[in-house]
């Protein structure tokens, strides 16, 4: 572990890279060494139209995804960018590759859904995943002691073991 | 039920009842649906709009069909009634000002509206008085699980339910509570906390929801990640992590003032009584900075001139449109002052 080149006492955590011509320059400074020169440790939530303007500024193969067009709604990625808005569902297969890192970072990285879905949906659903859900909040319920959502809860999982 | 007879009274949400309604004004819950087959509003052509919209009604209407729902067409309310809606919380200011075929269904008792073409097809609500997470939650869900069987939703194995815009993506919840934290503002340490929550990764927000800026003492908290953690984890973060911090500084904020400062403290809930009593003009912000003083006068046992009710009809009657709804008038700006001027004093000098 580095220490930091500011304070010279704390842990550096956070590193980083200054491109200048002469070459690289490295430097290691601590949360609050880093914080105080302006480099947030911990970034703030974004806006999605931050997030869109920046994402486009620092990915140059994305200018060639903004003419993607949608079959089925017409939307192109630039419109998207512009407007925040998609135009259909099906945007979100049409515009995958260039979505998907840009809601990872609004959505704290998460990019796969967890939680309810659509019960008469074709999609097979993962009964296993769902019991695990199921039983880790029965526990919390119980924890909390709140017996009206425990007893909602444990009959939702006796009905996927029964199926 | 027509408008005009909201009037006469205030939704559940103000009913400053619920569990810790001294610092939880409401507990609120939106859903964002979108009905696969068709596009997105932004690229729905007015035809597609209005077959939405009649289709989003008749589902509605025929899943409710038992409970006395109203439906309001939003094209054919004017001005002043959208304007109150959004006074209500029943609809967003978005949209009340947007264009073209658009609605809201309303229970009787005001807990749940049902948005037809907002920014996604289907935008639905319930909100509560005080801390009511599960109570919220399971509400609208079940009115989820209702239309569901009536509409075929956009919905994504990997991505969940599938929202115009990316940052509603996944369980298209968000849920946010209603704050009253008037002594954290007074002791100056109200930033130190909002910055807590926006690190939790909470957006913070004023009264009127996204657009608002959080100023005088009443924040609203919601969650900002809708993709990748279930609406169960959602809620157990605010019930365990979130609302306990909050409410602790909160509680720890009113105490330090009663003990260390309990002369300021009389003195800013009474000079705002006395300000209320006796204003000629007055604007609906400095309204409600005084009406926040009262409620934590009330709430401390230091302030009995008045009791909930009455002042939390004096929150809803006084803002603008519930305002000129009551005089029959529409008013400019000075005149408004005036008129809620006397309406408040009326209220509170019992005149």
Redesign the interface.
Known sequence: MSQCQRCKKAVATVHLTDVTKTGNRTRDLCDRCAHEEGYAA?A??VQ?NEILSNFVLQAPQIQELAALTCP????TFAEFRN???????HD??IFEQA?LP??QR????????????????D?PRDFQIELV?LRR?LE?AVE?E?Y??AARLRDQIDSIETR | MKIDELLGRTGEWLRATGPMSDVVISTRVRLARNVSGYPFLTKATSDKRDELADLLKRGIQAAVKEHKWSYFDITRVGELDRQMLVERHLISRQHAEAEGSRGVSVSPDETVALMVNEEDHLRMQSIRCGLQLEQVWEEISGIDDLLEQRFEYAYHPRYGYLTACPTNVGTGMRLSVMLHLPALKLTNEIEKVLRAARDMRLAVRGLFGEGTEATGDFFQLSNQTTLGRPEEDIISDFRSEILPKVLEFEAAARQALVRERPVALDDKIWRSYGILQNARSISSEETLAHLSHLRMGIHLGRFREIDLKTLNELFLMTQPAHLQKQTGNRLSGEDRSVARAGYIRKRLNRE
Request: proline fraction near 9%; charge should be positive.
């Open positions: 911990k703030p939530p999605i089925h709604c017409q939307m407007g925040g808005l998609l135009g259909c569902p979100y297969e979505l840009l809601m609004a959505q704290d990285g998460n990019s796969r859904h967890s939680g309810k879905s659509p019960r008469r949906t999609a859900r909040n919390q909390r709140d009206e959502a």
